[in-house]
């Protein structure tokens, strides 16, 4: 193989590994937001306190993972609650909600106010600290 080649393959194989670092850097990322982006009554959970409301796509490997985390954090709370519902059959939503990728879980009060979000599959207590956060500004705010 002539040198040209073997630096072309270099550079893919580089971009590559770049690429992918990026991407898992972004997967799992939490934010929760001091004002809420919006309202909607019907997101929420009746009776929790705060609702993940995890938004899934049917070919979603992530979302699995996601489901179960979010299903043993709920387990363990009873203000706590999960709903899950499917992009391609709740488009509007997804859509005013700005859902570029699944599973994407939205952090919602009783109120129906969504206090944050989080990108991907996160590890179990990077949620539950994004839960404790979202308490804390319920708390703050009361």
């Known amino acids: 193989m002539d040198s040209p080649a073997l630096l ?3 550079a893919l194989v580089l971009g590559a590994t770049a690429i992918g670092f990026v991407v898992r850097a972004r997967s ?4 929760v937001a001091s004002d809420p982006s919006s309202t909607d009554a019907r997101l929420a959970v009746p009776g929790a306190e705060v609702t993940l409301l995890q938004l ?3 070919v979603c490997s992530a979302c699995a993972v996601m489901r179960r985390v979010t299903e043993e954090l709920v387990a363990g709370e009873p203000a706590l609650a999960r709903r899950e519902l499917d992009v391609t059959e709740h488009p509007e939503l997804a859509s005013a909600h700005n859902v570029l990728s699944t599973p994407t879980t939205l952090l919602v009060d009783a109120t129906g ?5 989080i990108v991907g599959a996160a ?3 990077a949620v539950r600290d994004a839960v404790r956060s ?3 500004q ?5």
């Open 8 to 10: 072309a393959i270099a």
């Open 138 to 142: 319920l708390g703050a705010a009361a």
């Open 56 to 58: 899934s796509s049917p």
């Open 123 to 125: 590890r179990p207590e």
């Open 28 to 31: 799992g990322r939490v934010v």
């Open 113 to 117: 106010a969504v206090r944050g979000r």
């Open 134 to 136: 979202v308490r804390e």
